[in-house]
């Protein structure tokens, strides 16, 4: 039986790679690497790894929105992706976590 | 002791259910069949199992965004939901995942 | 070997906590107590544990937006918080589940 999935990246709205938003990159990456999908969510507010690399003497809100690119596929495809996907985010949080996957595509009526 | 799951429902905005939006038929259908609650997340791109069925010879987003309906319920209750909800569902991916449910409700203070 | 989990708080756009909203008190007390990150999320429709204190006679959504409070970080951290986070949050959901964390950070280059 197949197991599946989900990956989930923190990154932050102003993250680039290559002249591009990294979120638009990601979501190119697993589109061209055959992934069945993947959604992107922007936040209203939050904190991360970035502000760690600042002297923060009052709360301060990180000046870019959260995004987080989520991607549900099978288990194997996405540990063989992380190396990559690795690669690309330099800063923020990757998690994975498995789910049952109960309907995945599009039916025919 | 109960245990509980999160249903996670990945569709597009601009699905239809009886001249409805779907996720807005799903927020009624969850609510009317005594679901504790129900959240409805836009994305702000993605693609999907739509994509699939076109033919993409360069990378293009769907045009309609994501929609992710979230349900955090017992999880006999939801398992019991799934041949219904599939019916309303033509297209998309529907997850569940184990949770624990540390707080649940109202308090009186 | 560390162990991780994330924590997921369901409240209303409208929730106060000592005249400041709610999440936004959230995510400085996160801050507050060294965890890594937290994210906050709106939702564009919903109901849930407010909805059950009306006599919903016809379905109605709840006037205010959901928001979604998320952090990730290790599971004994996020355990001994709840005591603390149960006190600030009055009406809503509050999950847990474990994830595992495939990089979490600033990488220099």
Same mark, same amino acid.
């Given at each position: 039986?197949? &197991?599946?999935? &989900?990956?989930r990246?923190?990154?932050?709205?102003?993250? &680039?790679?290559? $002249?591009?938003?990294?979120?638009?990159?990601?979501?190119?990456?697993? $589109?061209?690497?055959?992934?069945?999908?993947?959604?992107?969510?922007?936040?209203?507010?939050?904190?991360?790894?970035?502000s760690?690399? $600042?002297?923060?003497?009052?709360?301060?809100?990180?000046?870019?929105?959260?995004?987080?690119?989520?991607?549900?596929?099978?288990?194997?495809?996405?540990?063989?992706?992380?190396?990559?996907?690795?690669?690309?985010?330099?800063?923020?949080?990757?998690?994975? +976590?498995?789910?049952?996957?109960?309907?995945?595509?599009?039916?025919? +009526?």
């Amino acid at each position: 039986m197949t &197991r599946y999935a &989900r990956l989930r990246i923190y990154i932050g709205e102003s993250d &680039r790679y290559q $002249h591009k938003p990294l979120y638009m990159y990601l979501l190119e990456w697993f $589109h061209h690497h055959g992934f069945k999908g993947a959604t992107v969510i922007r936040g209203i507010a939050g904190y991360g790894s970035h502000s760690k690399i $600042h002297s923060v003497s009052v709360f301060r809100l990180s000046e870019d929105l959260p995004i987080i690119v989520e991607v549900v596929d099978e288990e194997e495809k996405i540990h063989g992706s992380l190396d990559e996907i690795k690669k690309l985010v330099k800063e923020g949080l990757i998690t994975i +976590e498995p789910v049952e996957v109960v309907f995945y595509g599009h039916r025919e +009526e």
